[in-house]
């Protein structure tokens, strides 16, 4: 089971981006699914997550008003949509797979990561 991530890029402060994850070798409807980010020199901090079936959603305080994750099970991809980004956004960020936890050790399955850049 894999998770690839995608939907990575540059973009100067106040863009957007929206981030995919869908998985291979099976599906994820019924999973909690979440996004989570690393800086260099940071730990993995958690960003968002989202119950199997959408009903409940949970934000970093850092990224509330500005980040919206979603799912589509039909897709059977999840998404980070990232708005008013600011360069302290800057991370590579994981799609992970099994909780809604804030916790990264709550999560069985993690994507290989997408560099999101955002210059000042």
């Known amino acids: 089971v894999q998770l690839q991530a995608s939907g990575g890029g540059l973009v100067q402060a106040g863009g957007s981006l929206r981030l995919s994850c869908a998985p291979s070798?099976?599906?994820?409807?019924?999973?909690?699914m979440g996004w989570f980010r690393q800086a260099p020199g940071k730990e993995r901090e958690f960003v968002a997550a989202?119950?199997?079936?959408?009903?409940?959603?949970n934000y970093a305080e850092s990224v509330q008003g500005r980040f919206t994750i979603s799912k589509d099970n039909v897709k059977n991809t999840v998404y980070l949509q990232m708005n008013s980004l600011k360069p302290e956004d800057t991370a590579v960020y994981y799609c992970?797979?099994?909780?809604?936890?804030?916790?990264?050790?709550?999560?069985?399955?993690w994507g290989q990561g997408t560099q999101v850049t955002v210059s000042s």
């Open positions: 992970a797979a099994d909780s809604i936890s804030t916790a990264p050790n709550e999560y069985n399955y």
């Open positions: 070798g099976r599906t994820f409807s019924s999973f909690n």
């Open positions: 989202i119950s199997w079936g959408g009903a409940r959603t």
